[in-house]
């Protein structure tokens, strides 16, 4: 059996939900000292709206990337003799180099559209951050899609028939690696829990002002005779 826990003579117990495990009275005034404000969040509504919004807003990036990768990756030539379609270079890593290509691309924008975020709104929070990733992997989905749209025709039967025999052509513009994807939002995570980590506002210590009141207090005197 244990002996019940009483606070100590310079601890008063604490009435109420407001005061500090660790206040003592001022010993100049016999009273509390006050207790710091709490700093509150804006709000799970406002949050939510303001995942939304960089959700959709991370996503259009996309389209930026979708160019990069159709204008910087490599291309496959194909060649036709009339009656089938064949590698050009069978040896060739263009299509690796595409896949390469993509990750890296969504590596960068990752830490741009992350930087962007936290300079837009100086905090962390679990919808923020969600909204992000969600946005970056949709982003990414729409990059891919639309690198594809943009790039050369998938009819590849068509097209070889359509310029003729031994004449080089590229290939569709393809993503082998669906793992790519991810390289995105993962990127944009870190980079943005490392900024709030570094740079984001700090939560003020409940008893910075309850420590100075144990501080020791000088001693009067008496009197000379």
């Not at 969600?130 to 891919?144: H, N, Q, S, Y």
């Not at 790039?151 to 025999?165: C, I, R, S």
């Not at 984001?200 to 001693?219: E, F, I, K, N, V």
Request: without cysteine; proline residues 12%.
């Amino acid at each position: 059996m244990t002996a019940p826990l009483t606070p100590p003579p310079h601890q008063p117990p604490h009435d109420d939900g407001h005061q500090g495990p660790w206040q003592a009275p001022d010993p100049m005034t016999g009273h509390l000292p006050p207790v710091p404000p709490r700093e509150d969040g804006p709000g799970l509504r406002t949050e939510l709206r303001e995942a939304a919004v960089v959700t959709v807003g991370v996503a259009l990036f996309g389209l930026v990337l979708g160019a990069l990768w159709l204008w910087l990756a490599p291309r496959v030539p194909l060649v036709s003799d009339s009656s089938a379609v064949y590698l050009k270079d069978t040896e060739g890593e263009q299509a690796i180099g595409a896949d390469g290509t993509f990750a890296l691309l969504a590596l960068g924008l990752g830490v741009v559209t992350a930087t962007a975020v936290f300079l837009w709104r100086r905090r962390g929070g679990v919808p923020l951050v969600i909204g992000l990733a969600v946005g970056a992997l949709l982003g990414g989905v729409l990059a891919w899609r639309f690198g594809v749209w943009l790039g050369p025709t998938q009819d590849v039967a068509a097209h070889a028939k359509e310029l003729g025999k031994g004449v080089v052509f590229d290939a569709p513009l393809e993503l082998n690696a669906k793992g790519a994807l991810l390289a995105w939002p993962l990127s944009a995570m870190i980079v943005h829990l490392a900024l709030t980590g570094l740079f984001g506002p700090r939560d003020p210590d409940p008893y910075a002002g309850y420590y100075t009141s144990y501080a020791p207090q000088p001693q009067s005197q008496p009197p000379a005779h």
